[in-house]
């Protein structure tokens, strides 16, 4: 579509290479000759008289407030006094700041007055088009050949006040901002049904699980009552059982020739350099030493960390893991895959949580909390076939929701590229 979309008649070029030819009659401007770049403040005691005390009518902006899709920011006016610290650097409605840490070099535009600390830096005397601002430094590209400190952006006030922008005159920045926000509203409402899509789908899987695991595949068999509140009705034939007597707690420590093994609730129970390499990232590795490191044979389950969000992962590798970990070794008619699901059923999960009035983010949980939970006595056959089934099911769901993801990616693509070619003139919207 942009390459279609027409062009100015005459381009020169702008001698900035992030920028590359702009039209003949626009200009390149450093950020500092269109205002001041100030850097916010430091926090200050609510009751500290130096400061302000207009704390019901000024809200205070943290980097954490600052999300990935935010085009403008919108705190409660309340949010001041229950933090409990107040701000020296006040912002008005409609003046642009940039975050220098934590989301670095997200740009928002205020909607109300706020007060920002010293994660950021501003524009007090922008006076133009923050608007046309703001789609500049969105799409990333100030920031080409800027210097950084490890993988992390150097910006700061002179760094910021030196980048060089393509400025159109100030009539053409209103057309610019007009046909972008037009654009992009429109870009978004498609990216928003395709997430709608994606909720339904991970919806539509839970359920598909939830009820295969606890009811089976076939919906005409007679049903009673389980007597366990999380599970309810079973097919007749099916019982319960206490989990203790179906997966016994492991007890071995680590082997001499176990490879370490890393437990995760997005890969399950793999060696630990397969997770760094599928993560790009190294994990802290500890010696071999069986006094902190339990065995783990294949086909167990693992409790991890993180039980309590659904961390209870099967195993296909023989190796140790952390003493943090608690290791479960399935009896005899248990086929593992079957359970697999029936540990990530959203039930089960809550059931978990509720073993624990302390349930926290990353609280452990304890082979004690996994036994308080009834189990389901199913044929091994009928195990078997609600695996497959879950499995096919499932795959497809998978399929559809990475299709939407995609779709989602080349959407924000061209977003990103369509803003980047009006504000630096590869294409003519006026």
């Not at 390459?3 to 450093?30: F, N, T």
């Not at 107040?86 to 003046?95: D, F, M, N, T, Y």
């Not at 203790?244 to 890393?262: G, I, M, N, P």
Request: contains cysteine; aromatic residues 8%; charged residues 25%.
């Amino acid at each position: 579509m942009l390459a279609v979309m027409p062009r100015y008649e005459a381009y020169k070029d702008s001698g900035v290479e992030w920028l590359g030819e702009i039209p003949e009659h626009w200009q390149v401007r450093r950020i500092k000759t269109l205002s001041m770049i100030k850097r916010g403040a430091s926090p200050r005691p609510i009751d500290d008289p130096r400061y302000f005390s207009e704390k019901g009518e000024y809200s205070w902006v943290r980097i954490a407030d600052v999300s990935a899709n935010e085009h403008y920011l919108n705190c409660t006016k309340e949010k001041l006094s229950r933090l409990g610290a107040s701000l020296s650097v006040k912002i008005q409605p409609g003046q642009i700041f940039l975050s220098i840490a934590g989301t670095v070099g997200k740009p928002i535009i205020s909607k109300i007055r706020c007060c920002i600390h010293d994660g950021f830096v501003y524009f007090p005397e922008l006076k133009d088009n923050p608007e046309f601002i703001y789609r500049v430094f969105e799409t990333g590209q100030p920031y080409l050949g800027l210097g950084k400190h490890g993988t992390q952006l150097n910006l700061n006030s002179e760094t910021v006040g030196n980048i060089r922008i393509a400025y159109p005159p100030v009539s053409e920045q209103g057309e610019i901002i007009s046909f972008l926000d037009r654009k992009t509203t429109q870009i978004d409402q498609a990216i928003q049904v395709k997430e709608k899509q994606i909720t339904l789908l991970k919806e539509r899987k839970h359920i598909l699980i939830q009820n295969a695991v606890t009811r089976g595949l076939d919906p005409a068999v007679p049903m009673k009552d389980s007597g366990v509140d999380w599970i309810g009705e079973i097919p007749a034939h099916w019982l319960t059982s206490r989990s203790k007597w179906l997966f016994l707690q492991r007890r071995e420590k680590a082997k001499k020739s176990d490879e370490q093994l890393t437990a995760s609730q997005k890969y399950g129970v793999i060696p630990q350099q397969k997770f760094m390499a599928l993560e790009g990232r190294k994990v802290t590795q500890v010696d071999l030493n069986p006094e902190i490191l339990k065995h783990v044979s294949a086909n167990d389950f693992v409790i991890s960390m993180r039980s309590f969000q659904g961390g209870i992962e099967h195993c296909l590798y023989e190796g140790c893991v952390s003493s943090a970990y608690v290791p479960l070794i399935p009896q005899e008619n248990i086929h593992a895959p079957y359970f697999k699901y029936l540990f990530k059923s959203q039930r089960y999960i809550e059931a978990l949580q509720s073993t624990s009035n302390l349930v926290r983010d990353g609280q452990a949980l304890r082979y004690e909390n996994f036994c308080m939970v009834d189990l389901l006595i199913v044929p091994v056959e009928e195990q078997l076939k609600i695996a497959v089934y879950i499995e096919q099911k499932s795959t497809k769901i998978n399929k559809a929701i990475t299709l939407h993801q995609q779709q989602i990616e080349r959407l924000k693509e061209y977003k990103a590229t369509l803003i980047n070619s009006a504000v630096t003139g590869k294409i003519k919207v006026a």
